[in-house]
Each structure stands twice: as structure tokens, then as C-alpha cells.
């Protein structure tokens, strides 16, 4: 067995590492080349040197980070070297442009799993099956009381949660970037045919993902703080920075909800302070998690981002599969 | 009608906030729902009955079994949902085969009257077997409710105050009614409930029956303001309060949380039945210190009240006594509406023609109460401090002109609670918090000093505020020596102020001394280890008090 230090890929200052190509993934402190598998704030930092990439990666981070950032592109399957490693972004599934990141190199194969889902999701490219050697797998929800919903029903349950409260504004928060656009795109199937309104945060990444050929139903920017008591009967998607008295004062007659796999346990319901909790995720559930783990024909899996303790017992007793643990 | 609707039923009260919208949809399922399904809602939804059928150890066993599924897996599943019904019910999301759901139609009634009981008649094996298969034929959004009531964990937002403005508006009728229709046993029947619903009221069928109770507000300080003369001074005591009801010639006694507990105290029900007059007695039942004429700690009572059908042994270890302090009711007149002092005079007009004419002596289990008669506001605040000496909690204000009216009144009746005692202790252990805060550490032990030793002396779960629970969750996360389970030790760090009503000697503890109603009251990052209190100082409150 090897040790820590001849892995091609570690951690190292609680961050992934490539030493041979001097490169990171998704790094939390200013390096020199950053890999990005998506543009969610935890994923990047602003003052690498140069980052790297997909083509939607990149526009969205530009959003983020500002116009002026060096940023390298690649298609999705198309192979770049950087020191004779062979590199190359996959589609994960999570949001628009986010990507599993593959290397070969001396005829063996790392899989980054980055953040992914395989469930169906109209606004970005469904996940792909990589095979490898290595995986180092996200688990935010690795236990397996966490089983998703099809979209679908989720998005009829917020239809019936806005239409049974006509009286009422429908407050509903979830992240601005992926979330937020897999929502409007879902309940724009549904029989709720009410207004739509969004946050500024929101509304400038549903026009990002429009431009990018994403079907985004229209929807209406909150500006005027004035006319925000006037507004029952509809759905504003919100940010969930913005969930706090402060700001829902603006408001009058609201119910409120929180859209996150999270919901899906009722004591994490009762204890967000929203009136409801909808359990729609853009991670893999448990039942993911172990089909990606099984279909990658992995011979050894890293686990980071969640909980991994049972989900590595389990693989290791049941599945008989070799789960390592990052020296952080 | 279907299960189906009261899981929706329970899907929609436990994601409303808003009380008139909880009443909103509480009548649009009574509207449209069966008599019969109706009465066991309401049993379910106000608790009347948490009987468990089998436990949630059981229930996780059970699931293991069936699908293989490691326990040691399911056990870290519960630490973060802390509850066993519900993480069943994730678990078997999906895992079920939808192609057979015979029990898609399965009303409330058929689950509570036939499924369920029909369980606990069969051995083991059968009865694991029909769990297995009422899992697998039941449509999933059901699994939670079943799960949850073969636990006996139906517990959802729901009062029995809500019910009964629920009801109360459905069909226009006085809350007050509704809830005398709501007291004491209810037994799930289409005539219970539409006793419930009926319009016309009946004092008869009320018979049994208790006067909703008034209950005492924490102090406000205005009342200082007013004359000393406004008010009545009663001793608070640590028993259970109850009424006692005696209407043609039978005595029932009931208890705040609305049981029936005639069988628990027999003797008192036997002497109360030969006295004369019918009368509705608002008091306290308390095990008594003849010898002393004081309460003896509410732990003895403890040692009475779940129990049925005393032996005469027990009857006499555990000496109880009613202590009266109110009559809303005299043969069959409803006194309530009179003011309290004028009430009071009845009590003391009638209780001393009972010593008089029963032939049977009652002063070993009956006593009507003594009032305090302070000069004025500081005499009134030393009778207070002395309350300790006579087991009692601190004084019950009332105003003299008050009705007896209902629930927790707002300037009519004060409590004023003896202050409590007080140690800052050390946080040694953490413990997984369940229900509403699973998956934080919620559940702590705090020690005391002892020579250069910290010994454990209580536990303490509430007193924190949401945004400590989670700082101090944080902290507890990141200073774990050991786990042990779901408990982790700590390292010695943080100082807190620990509160309780009562301290006594223990020889279960190792500590040596027990106490009553610990709580955090502050979070003291001013103190280091070295400034928490020890063992001896506890020693010393306790000697002070005694």
C-alpha cells in the first residue's frame, strides 16, 4: 500500500491536490491553477492565478469572480495535459456546467466526483457514468434515510402549497444559483399558474442560464420594496440569507418554505423556522451515492463533504469496497 | 374515508404556525370526514391515549430483521432524526412493493379498532410478520402515522385548547362547554363524537365531569401597586392539583392533564362518598406528613399516582391528604361566577358541617387549606422565603373578587415561586438530543468539585437558547475526548448556572445529593473551572434550606 504522499491526488491544506501537475481542485485559499468543478461559492476562491473549467463554469464564475479573472475552457469529454497527466471534465449533474473531473495518469484513473445528483434535471447535463480506479466522492447525504422524491412531485407539492393559500405570498427559499432555476423550470409544468417573482440574486442567474439556451420561465424582479405587501397569491423565490425578520417584515400574509434534502427529516424541518420544508436536492441521495460508487467499478473510494463514517462501514461490510481516508 | 386524509391532516398541523389556520383545517377534515374517524383523530391528535403497542428498539429491531439492514446503521440514522417511528418510515421509502396495496383504502377507524389491536393478540413471529406486511401494503405517505402509533409517539402541535376552539367553531357553541365535553376519558366512538358536535347542551351528561381549571400567572410586578387587602394568600403546594366532584351520590376525581384517578386513591374516593351535600372541590392532592402537618417531597406522591388499586400497605406508607382551596360547585349550584371571597366562606361554611355531621372522620385525608395573612408586600415576600420550611413551593395570589374562569387568566391569580437555588457546575458530558433536536448535542451533565475531582450531580437540557444550543454544539464537536455512543465526554471548559427547585440527599448518586428541576440558567464564559462551586457548597445549601 502506498502511503499518502504517493497518491497522485491528496489533500493538503484541507484541500485537493494534484503535486504532479501542480494543480487544485476546487481550492479554498488564492493558488496558482485552480480545477472548478462548479461555480457554487464553496467551490471557488476569488485571487487564483488561473482557473480552469467548463465553458458554463466559466461564465457563471466570471458573474462571481469578475470579467477579468484568466480562466481556461474545455468541453465536456474533451482530454487536456498538464505534465503528462491526462485530464478531463465530465458532466455531474448538480447544476448548469458542473462537472466530475477525471485524470489519468501511468495508466490509472482518479475520478473527483465534485458535487453531483443523478436524478432528472431539465436545466443542466445529466450525470455520466465514469469508470476509474480511484474515486473521491462527495457524501452530503450519505445516510440512507435520504432518499429523493422525483422533481416532479415536489414541484406539484409547492403548486398545491401556493394554490391552497391564495390569501397568502409564497415565500420560497432556496439557493440563487441551480436550485433556484431547477424549481422554476419544474413548477412551470405545474398547474400553478400564478406570478413569479425573484430575488436580484436569482434573477441574474436565470438570465445567465437563459442566454445559455436554458428554458427559464419569465419572472418578475422584486425592486420596489413598496409594493411587496400586494403580492398574495404568488411565489417569490428567494435566497436564504435574506430569511430573517428584517426583510420578511416588507412582506404581508406569508407562509414560508425552504427547498433542500435537508427537509426531509422532520426535526431539521421544525428547526428551520419555515413553515415548510420541501426535500429537493441537487446531491445524490444515499441509493446515488452507492449506484455512482458501484458503476465507476472503483477499486478504491475517498470520501469528503458529508458524513462518512456509516456510508464507509457499509461499503466496506456490505459491498466489500475498499474506502480510504484522506489524511487531512 | 382514508387514512390517507389524516396523514394529510398531520402533514398540514405540523407545517401551520398560524392557530386560526390550524382551526381552518382541523374543521375542513371534521367536515369531511366519518363521525367514527373523527373521534379517533381527535383521541390521537390531543394524546388521550400514547399506548405502545411495541417499542421503538423493537420497531428498529424488527426493520433490521426483515431487510437485512445492519442496526448499527439504523442507530446512526436515529441520531440524526431522533425519532424511531420516523426513521423507519425513511427507510422504507421506496423499499416496499407498490403492485399490492390492499391497504390503500384503510380508514383511521379500521387501522385503530381493528388492525392494530388485532396485533397484540398474536405471538411474535405472527405479529412481526403482519407488521411486515401492513408495511408493504400500506401506501407510503401512511407509514409515519402507523409507525408512529404502534410506538406510541403520536405526538403533533395539537392542544386540547385548539381541538376545542376548533369544535367550538364548527358549531358555535361556547369554548367552555366544549372543553367540560373534552375533559377526562374519551373514548373513540361515532357517540363521543357526536356527543362532541351535538348543539344542544345537556347538564346531565355533564355529571361527571370537572370545570375546566384556572390556573396561576408567574408574578407581575404591578400587582405590588395594589392593596394587600385585594388579595387572598394560599401556601403553593408541589402535589397534583385536582378537582373533586361529587353529583348524585358519586365522588370522581380528576386531575389537571384530565384523568380519571378514582382507582388510584380509593380511600379518599370511600370517605369523600359519605358526605351529604354534591359539591365540586378545586384542590391539591398531596402525600402527607401527619406528624408534621407538611408535604412530603412530590417523589412519594409519584409512587401513588401510577398506581391502581393500592394495597392497605401502601395506602399507609404513602399517606395522602386533599387539601381544598376552592368550591366552584354546591348540591348542583354552579358557584363560579361569585367572587372568590364569598366562595371562600362557603368552603369554610360547609367543610365544618361535614366535620360536624360525617360520622365517618375525614381530617386524616381531607382538609380544606390554611390562608396566610400578610400586613403588607415585604411580610408577604418573607412567607415566601420561609416556604421552603414547609415543603411548599412559595404563595398562590388571588384576587378576592375573582371568578373562577377558565385556562391560564390573565390579573387574577399570581403564583409567587420561592427563588431557586442555584450552582455553577462544570459541562463534563453531551448528550444527542432527540425530536425536535436531533442531531445536536442537546442533553448535558454538569459537575461539581470535588477535592481536585469533577463529580457528575445533574443533568440539564433546557435553559439554552437556539443560537447557544448550535455555538455550544460547535464547541462540543470540536472538544470530545470520547464518545461512547450517542454520549460524549468533554473536555472541562465551559461553566454554566445551574437552577433547581430542590436539593436532597441520594445514595443512587454519586454525588450524594439529588435535585429537582435542574435547568441552565446562563452560560457563564466570565467563569473559569476553578470559579465553579463544589461539592460542599452544595453540602452547605443544603443544610441552609433544612
Known amino acids: 500500500m502506498r502511503t499518502k504522499q504517493e497518491y497522485l491526488i491528496r489533500y493538503k491544506d484541507g484541500n485537493l491536490y494534484c503535486e504532479l501537475a501542480d494543480i487544485w481542485i476546487d481550492p479554498s485559499k488564492p493558488v496558482k491553477k485552480a480545477l472548478i468543478t462548479h461555480a457554487h461559492f464553496d467551490h471557488f476562491t476569488f485571487g487564483c492565478e488561473e482557473y480552469i473549467s467548463t465553458k458554463e463554469t466559466a461564465i457563471l464564475l466570471k458573474e462571481r469572480v469578475g470579467d477579468n479573472i484568466k480562466i481556461k475552457t474545455f468541453e465536456y469529454g474533451e482530454e487536456f495535459k498538464i505534465n503528462g497527466i491526462n485530464i478531463s471534465f465530465h458532466p455531474s449533474g448538480h447544476i448548469l456546467g458542473s462537472s466530475q473531473i477525471r485524470f489519468i495518469f501511468a495508466e490509472e484513473k482518479w475520478l473527483i466526483s465534485g458535487d453531483f445528483k443523478l436524478q432528472k434535471d431539465q436545466t443542466c447535463e445529466q450525470y455520466e457514468i465514469v469508470k476509474t480506479d480511484y474515486l473521491i466522492s462527495e457524501c452530503t447525504f450519505g445516510l440512507p434515510i435520504f432518499k429523493w422524491d422525483e422533481s416532479n412531485k415536489i414541484a406539484n407539492d409547492i403548486s398545491k402549497w401556493i394554490t391552497n393559500s391564495p390569501e397568502k405570498t409564497s415565500l420560497l427559499f432556496c439557493y440563487s444559483l441551480g436550485k433556484a432555476q431547477r424549481l422554476l423550470n419544474e413548477i412551470s409544468q405545474t398547474n400553478f399558474k400564478g406570478n413569479i417573482y425573484s430575488h436580484g440574486s436569482i434573477h441574474k442567474m436565470n438570465n445567465i442560464y437563459r442566454e445559455l439556451g436554458i428554458d427559464i420561465k419569465d419572472t418578475i424582479k422584486i425592486e420596489n420594496k413598496k409594493k411587496m405587501d400586494k403580492l398574495k397569491g404568488s411565489l417569490i423565490l428567494l435566497p436564504p440569507s435574506l430569511s430573517k425578520v428584517s426583510y420578511l417584515k416588507n412582506f404581508k400574509n406569508i407562509q414560508t418554505a425552504f427547498a433542500s434534502g435537508w427537509m426531509s427529516i422532520r426535526a431539521l424541518r421544525k428547526r428551520s423556522g419555515y413553515d415548510k420544508g420541501f426535500a429537493i436536492s441537487d446531491h445524490a441521495d444515499w441509493d446515488g451515492i452507492l449506484e455512482v460508487v458501484k458503476k465507476s467499478e472503483a477499486k478504491n473510494v475517498f470520501f469528503h463533504h458529508g458524513d462518512s463514517e456509516a456510508l464507509s462501514k457499509y461499503l466496506v461490510e456490505k459491498e466489500s469496497i475498499n474506502v480510504l481516508l484522506f489524511g487531512k | ?546
Request: net charge positive.
Open chain 2, 1 to 546: 374515508m382514508s387514512l390517507k386524509k389524516f396523514s394529510e391532516l398531520f402533514g398540514d398541523l405540523d407545517s401551520i404556525n398560524s392557530t386560526n389556520n390550524k382551526i381552518e383545517v382541523l374543521n375542513n377534515y371534521f367536515l369531511s370526514n366519518d363521525p367514527i374517524d373523527n373521534s379517533w383523530a381527535i383521541y390521537l391528535l390531543t394524546g388521550k391515549s400514547n399506548k405502545r403497542f411495541i417499542s421503538g428498539r423493537y420497531l428498529k429491531n424488527l426493520f433490521s430483521q426483515i431487510y437485512e439492514y445492519p442496526q448499527w446503521l439504523i442507530d446512526t440514522c436515529y441520531l440524526k432524526v431522533g425519532d424511531s417511528a420516523e426513521v423507519i418510515t425513511l427507510l422504507l421509502k421506496n423499499k416496499t412493493n407498490s403492485r399490492k396495496k390492499k391497504l390503500s383504502n384503510i380508514s383511521l377507524n379500521e387501522l385503530l379498532s381493528e388492525t392494530i389491536p388485532a396485533l397484540s393478540k398474536l405471538n411474535e413471529e405472527d405479529k412481526n410478520l403482519e407488521i411486515k406486511n401492513i408495511w408493504e401494503t400500506l401506501p407510503e405517505d401512511n407509514h409515519l402515522i402507523f409507525n408512529k402509533i404502534l410506538t406510541g409517539t403520536f405526538r403533533v402541535g395539537v392542544s386540547i385548547g385548539l381541538i376545542t376552539k376548533s369544535i367550538s367553531k364548527l358549531i358555535n357553541i361556547e369554548e367552555e362547554i366544549i372543553s367540560h365535553r373534552l375533559m377526562g376519558d374519551f373514548k373513540p366512538s361515532i357517540d363521543s363524537y357526536e356527543f362532541l358536535i351535538n348543539k344542544n347542551i345537556n347538564l346531565q351528561e355533564l355529571n361527571s365531569k370537572p370545570f375546566p381549571f384556572l390556573l396561576a400567572n408567574t408574578i407581575e410586578d404591578k400587582i405590588f401597586k395594589n392593596s394587600i387587602n385585594d388579595f387572598q394568600f394560599e401556601w403553593k403546594y408541589d402535589g397534583i392539583r385536582m378537582q373533586l366532584i361529587k353529583r348524585s351520590g358519586n365522588v370522581s376525581l380528576w386531575t389537571r392533564g384530565q384523568e380519571l384517578v378514582n382507582e388510584s386513591f380509593p380511600e379518599l374516593v370511600e370517605k369523600m362518598s359519605h358526605i351529604k351535600d354534591d359539591f365540586v372541590l378545586d384542590g391539591e392532592l398531596l402525600v402527607w406528613n401527619f406528624k408534621e402537618q407538611i408535604a412530603f417531597d412530590f417523589s412519594l406522591l409519584q409512587k401513588r399516582i401510577n398506581r391502581k388499586s393500592p394495597t392497605r400497605s401502601i395506602q399507609i406508607k404513602y399517606p395522602i391528604i386533599f387539601i381544598a382551596y376552592d368550591l366552584l360547585e354546591i348540591n348542583g349550584r354552579d358557584i363560579r361566577e361569585i367572587k372568590l371571597e364569598n366562595r371562600r366562606i362557603e368552603l369554610e361554611k360547609y367543610f365544618s358541617k361535614w366535620q360536624i355531621k360525617t360520622e365517618n372522620n375525614f381530617s386524616d385525608i381531607f382538609k380544606i387549606c390554611d390562608l396566610i395573612f400578610p400586613k403588607d408586600w415585604p411580610e408577604a415576600l418573607t412567607y415566601k422565603e420561609k416556604s421552603r420550611e414547609n415543603n411548599t413551593e412559595g404563595l398562590i395570589i388571588k384576587k378576592k373578587t375573582s371568578i373562577y374562569s377558565s385556562g391560564r387568566k390573565k390579573g387574577i391569580w399570581w403564583k409567587y415561586k420561592v427563588d431557586p437555588m442555584q450552582l455553577d457546575a462544570v459541562l463534563i458530558y453531551a448528550k444527542g438530543g432527540s425530536g425536535r433536536r436531533a442531531g445536536l448535542y442537546t442533553d448535558y451533565s454538569f459537575a461539581l468539585w470535588k477535592d481536585k475531582e469533577l463529580i457528575k450531580f445533574a443533568s440539564a437540557y433546557s435553559g439554552l437558547t437556539n443560537i447557544e444550543i448550535k455555538e455550544l454544539d460547535k464547541w462540543i464537536r470540536k472538544n470530545t475526548i470520547e464518545k461512547f455512543g450517542p454520549v460524549r465526554s468533554l473536555k472541562p471548559e465551559m461553566v454554566f448556572e445551574i437552577s433547581f427547585e430542590k436539593i436532597q440527599i441520594s445514595k443512587r448518586h454519586k454525588s450524594g445529593i439529588a435535585v429537582r428541576f435542574p435547568r441552565i440558567t446562563k452560560w457563564r464564559k466570565d467563569k473559569k473551572i476553578n470559579d465553579a462551586d463544589s461539592l460542599e457548597n452544595a453540602y452547605e445549601l443544603m443544610k441552609k434550606i433544612s
